[in-house]
């Protein structure tokens, strides 16, 4: 099903010496590209010394590193610094390219994006429900609704960014590769298909457990039965769409898999403590592109 975006993306222009010393918010966007313009070569920008992250939500992307190219889909991410040898566009077999990025800058932020390059490499698989991405939609809204005012809470921002960063590839990933591999092929099962009709006894199946087992499993390691963790993943995802897109909760509400707008409804108000509707409204508050400055 087509998703129709507007994009949201904003630059920071704030005085203080304490951002090029620990860590700046240089920009931070929402975008869906769909022209084969749109390329960015490190080695030809106007901009130094700063580190971009781009998580791919649809479509397809390329990101050439050195003499290494990649292709980016849903849920993968590449971090670069800028100036260096590497270039991002949106391929000519590619119709489209919707992604969020993160870019920062800073003595502590350089120091932290080598350690995660060295130990990583520049390109990675992230869930779009872990903590770095959740970051950035939530900085996002925060932005729109609030604006920022000066460069202490931009540079906030970026320093939490690249700690939740390395936290996920620290512990965040340690912590899932324990999981036994039953509950592991559950969450992989429920997210890559969560927008379909799926029931608690489709997410046994894969698991190869007894239902009862496997209940007792997934709630003692992931703190959630099946299908509470499948309905946070779902109303996670309806997130984006409330924040950004233009249409009808109807359409969000199948889009993530519920058979009932009525039913999203209530369940978002549960877990989110609002309408839909109500949510919406409350976010979409400030013009798109804005450079907030001091």
Known sequence: MEKNFDYNSYGFIFKGEYQNSVAGLNSIGYELQQTHNYQWNGLNRREKDIFIFQYTLKGRGAIRVDNQTTYLESGDAFFVHVPSNHKYYLPQDSTEWEFLYFTIYGDVANQ??????????????????AEPIQYI???????????????????????????????????????????????????????ENYREDITLDDIVVVSNLSKY????????????????????????????????????????????????SNYFSKVFKKIIGVSPNRYRKDTITMSVNKIFTD
């Open 137 to 191: 939609l939530e900085t996002l809204e925060k932005i729109k609704t609030l604006g920022i005012n000066h460069g202490y809470i931009a540079s906030a921002y970026a320093y939490t960014f690249i700690m939740k960063f390395l936290e996920h590839f620290e512990h965040g990933c340690q912590q899932s590769n324990n999981y036994p591999l039953p509950i592991v092929k559950a969450i992989q099962f429920i997210e």
């Open 213 to 260: 087992h496997f209940t007792r499993q997934f709630r003692k390691y992931i703190n959630h039965t099946p299908i509470s963790y499948l309905t946070n993943i779902r109303i996670n995802n309806a997130l984006p769409f409330l924040s950004t897109n233009t249409k009808s909760v109807e359409w969000i509400a199948q889009e993530v898999g519920f058979q009932s």
């Open 112 to 129: 932290l994006f080598h350690q995660i390059i060295d130990t990583h490499g520049h390109i990675f698989n992230i869930s779009l429900h």
